[in-house]
């Protein structure tokens, strides 16, 4: 029998673009893109003997990078919502597919073609700075994201790795790609700043698999909620919610980070109360993570991490920069 398209099915052209966008998830797209423009300033101001290119390169690969940080993001929210559809019937039953706004075959076509523009783009990038550096750390986050949300591997279904599959590309590697940016990924400070991010995500992405753990226990994901119950996996977690930004603070008196040691200590300073208060909330009543798909706590780490995009940068801009 046939069967017809979400183009030939639905109202028009903006009524299936507005299926997409939701399926891309466009609220989570902003912290990666800026990761890579903050990645690439902090770059060119720490070491501005390295940079691998005039300031024309620099702002083309910064547009660049951040609409392809974009698109690996939201490629990367599709192929999960491919996989997770049973379990999305559960927890999220009016998300696209669940609902019936959009087939897989189409979300399946939106992750790949999605996916090949952020490559393209990586691959421009690593051509205007002449090194592979961006394309080949944006390969290795395409693999994670594919290792986490399909079989055989599905990675999202084994506890702490799925944790760390997680917090690896959208932590560790986009820093150090938005750095390659400007210059070379071999820097200790690149991957210094990339393990405080992924430190604090390694932790921080449980936040949102709290109100799934219905659905994640009838299909066997076992994610740390369901392994150890709100109390125990809130308290797991709490501490790489704040104690990751110790290291900022320990950036400076080991030589390590470069930027400016006041604004670098003042960013550690708030991020810890920040992560501090983040971690009350979810210590305090666990169970109301369950409750709510978007709970303070997980807006609060959203926020946290795009406070700590717009932070790194600030704290490399000389003082008199904009002067």
Request: aromatic content about 12%.
């Amino acid at each position: 029998m046939y069967l017809p398209t979400e183009f030939e099915s639905r109202r028009g052209f903006a009524h299936v673009l507005n299926v997409y966008v939701r399926l891309a998830r466009p609220f989570t797209l902003l912290a990666p893109s800026l990761g890579m423009v903050s990645g690439g300033i902090v770059a060119w101001f720490a070491v501005p003997h390295e940079r691998l290119g005039d300031a024309r390169v620099l702002f083309a690969n910064l547009i660049l990078g951040a609409v392809a940080a974009a698109l690996l993001n939201a490629a990367s929210n599709a192929l999960n919502q491919v996989y997770d559809l049973d379990i999305d019937r559960v927890n999220k039953p009016d998300r696209p597919l669940p609902s019936g706004a959009i087939s897989t075959r189409g979300a399946l076509a939106f992750s790949a073609a999605t996916a090949l523009g952020a490559l393209v783009l990586a691959a421009l990038c690593s051509s205007f700075t002449g090194r592979p550096d961006v394309l080949l750390l944006f390969i290795a986050a395409s693999v994670f994201s594919v290792l986490y949300s399909a079989p055989p591997a599905r990675m999202k279904m084994r506890g702490w790795l799925a944790n760390a599959t997680v917090a690896i590309p959208r932590g560790v590697l986009l820093k150090v790609a938005g750095w390659s940016l400007a210059s070379s990924m071999l820097s200790v400070e690149a991957w210094y700043i990339g393990l405080i991010m992924g430190l604090f995500l390694f932790g921080a992405t449980t936040t949102k698999d709290f109100s799934d753990i219905t659905g994640d226990a009838m299909y066997g994901v076992r994610t740390l909620p369901v392994v150890y119950g709100p109390d125990r996996a809130a308290r797991y977690i709490a501490p790489f919610l704040f104690l990751p930004f110790l290291l900022i603070g320990l950036g400076v008196p080991s030589g390590i980070l470069h930027g400016n040691p006041v604004d670098i200590f003042f960013l550690c300073g708030i991020a810890m109360c920040w992560g501090a208060y983040v971690s009350v909330l979810v210590l305090r009543d666990p169970d109301s993570l369950t409750r709510t798909e978007n709970h303070p706590a997980w807006r609060h780490m959203y926020y946290l991490m795009v406070f700590l995009q717009v932070g790194f940068m600030l704290a490399y801009l000389p003082h008199n920069f904009l002067r």
